[in-house]
Nanobody, 126 residues
């Protein structure tokens, strides 16, 4: 089981930016695709975006495409979610998740990911 710890959440005004970080304990971090999910109050958890093992490809939900960017540092076992042009509807608890995959696989369903962080709160004020 991979341990994941998110950080970087907080309160930001609409139009602002935040960068979330996710530290992992995976000894073979490069074998994992990583994903970000979010859950707003009263709503189901939803996929935000992902990055394949190795980091050569990223993919996003339509709601964040062009505003959010995922990256990873395989040497540091870290994955990041850069969020720009934040809007109140982006308010949610954001979760980092890990999926052990083969190359070029793009997991995006919650059931694809076996390891999850505890989440970090992002609040966007209008």
């Amino acid at each position: 089981q991979v341990q994941l710890v998110e950080s970087g959440g907080g309160l930001v005004q609409a139009g602002g930016s935040l960068r979330l970080s996710c530290a992992t304990s995976a000894p073979t971090f490069n074998s994992y695709a990583m994903g970000w999910f979010r859950q707003a109050p009263g709503k189901e958890r939803e996929f935000v975006g992902g990055i394949i093992r190795g980091g050569a490809d990223t993919y996003y939900a339509d709601s964040v495409k062009g505003r959010f960017t995922i990256s990873r540092d395989n040497a540091k076992n870290m994955v990041y979610l850069q969020m720009n042009s934040l809007q109140p509807e982006d308010t949610a608890v954001y979760y980092c998740a890990a999926a052990r995959t083969t190359y070029f696989v793009r997991p995006k369903e919650q059931t694809d990911f076996r390891s999850w962080g505890q989440g970090t709160q992002v609040t966007v004020s209008s």
